[in-house]
């Protein structure tokens, strides 16, 4: 299939065991060499990562051979043909950072946050990426009144801070979400992620990933989120999925739950050119029904129906779409949107 010059990517997390809150898993767990040997099969030639991910059990080995393992990652992503998109501290695990990493009560907290960011952008740099992401999952509250929520902000540049100048090559793209697993995030939507970045030293190199299901779970369109980032320049990745209502974040396939959502958020990101820009990631999870031969069949669906979406909106008649919107004929301009994607 034509990718219109699309290039896609998962992380070895979204090929998973099917374990919920309520149950545990279902399916044996993928060796992490069976997952590279997944990708360029389904259609991918990029990979995101955990620093974890990367080099399991980092917490407990030196700078040295955190090095050397990454440096065998990358020659190993290299033989695939593959490379890395990004890298993600896993704040979220240690008991350290029960209550948050950069926004910790506990200062012993903070500075294993901050040290396990160091390591995590020494991965980056050996995979050979300039990418990384931050998902802030536990900078929140679950009580409102126990912390400051304004000091909250000030340690949340702090810490960017303190990883801009530890890499200079390195840009950060900041992941909101609002309603896991904390009760109440600090960053929850992308307009917060882009007033972050413009309080660091470097705001050139703090931008955003936009994740449909948490615009979706913050009760926004992930369309507009997309579109705020593209305005200021900060869209410099996004993950694509689905979401049906307002629950826990089920990372459905993309267009699974709302078809003219997912055409709506390729509209904006293929008219303004996201292509040459960054990425398409695919953060989707297999239903914990699926049988384990057939669990990886979400990430090539969803990369199906993202071009499909793609060839929909480049073959949509745009003078006419121009008539509608100069007549202010919204009703046709529906009606011209519903026929075009049920002739698809
Ligand atoms: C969880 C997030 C998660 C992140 C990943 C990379 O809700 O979507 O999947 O994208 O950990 O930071
Ligand atoms: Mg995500």
Redesign the pocket.
């Known amino acids: 299939m034509d990718t219109f010059g699309y290039t896609f990517s998962f992380g070895p997390w979204n090929i998973h065991e099917g374990a919920d809150p309520f149950g545990p898993p279902v399916r044996p767990t993928v060796a992490f060499e069976q997952k590279l040997a997944l990708y360029k099969q389904l259609g991918f030639d990029a990979v995101q990562f955990h620093d974890d991910d990367a080099v399991p059990d980092l917490d407990h080995k030196s700078a040295a051979q955190i090095e050397a393992e990454a440096r065998a990652l990358k020659q190993k992503l290299d033989d695939h043909g593959l490379f890395a998109e990004f890298v993600a501290p896993r704040l979220w695990e240690h008991p350290l950072t029960v209550d948050g990493a950069y926004t910790s009560n506990s200062a012993q907290a903070r500075a294993y946050a901050l040290e396990r960011s160091h390591k995590m952008l020494d991965i980056a740099q050996a995979l050979g990426t300039r990418l990384v992401v931050l998902?802030y999952a536990r900078e929140g509250t679950y009580q409102r009144e126990a912390k400051d929520a304004v000091r909250a902000v000030d340690q949340l540049v702090a810490a960017l801070d303190d990883m801009l100048e530890y890499a200079p090559e390195i840009r950060i793209a900041i992941?909101p979400k609002p309603n896991e697993p904390m009760d109440l995030a600090y960053i929850p939507t992308i307009g917060h992620a882009i007033a972050l970045g413009f309080r660091t030293r470097a705001p050139e190199r703090v931008g955003a990933l936009v994740?449909s299901a948490h615009a979706i779970l913050a009760g926004l369109d992930p369309a507009d989120e997309m579109a705020f980032a593209l305005a200021y320049d900060k869209l410099w990745s996004v993950?694509l999925n689905d979401q049906n209502g307002l629950k826990f974040d089920q990372d459905r396939a993309f267009g699974s739950v709302n078809l003219r959502r997912a055409f709506d958020q390729v509209l904006v990101l293929d008219s303004h050119r996201f292509y040459e820009k960054g990425v398409i990631g695919l953060?989707v999870k297999a239903l914990r029904t699926q049988p384990a031969e057939l669990a990886h069949k979400h990430l090539a669906n969803s990369r199906e129906t993202f071009l499909w979406l793609v060839e929909r909106v480049r073959s949509l008649d745009r003078a006419v779409m121009q008539e509608c919107i100069d007549a202010r004929d919204y009703e046709e301009l529906d009606r011209l949107i519903i026929g075009h994607l049920m002739r698809c």
Do not use: L, R
């Open positions: 998902w992941e994740e993950h953060d």
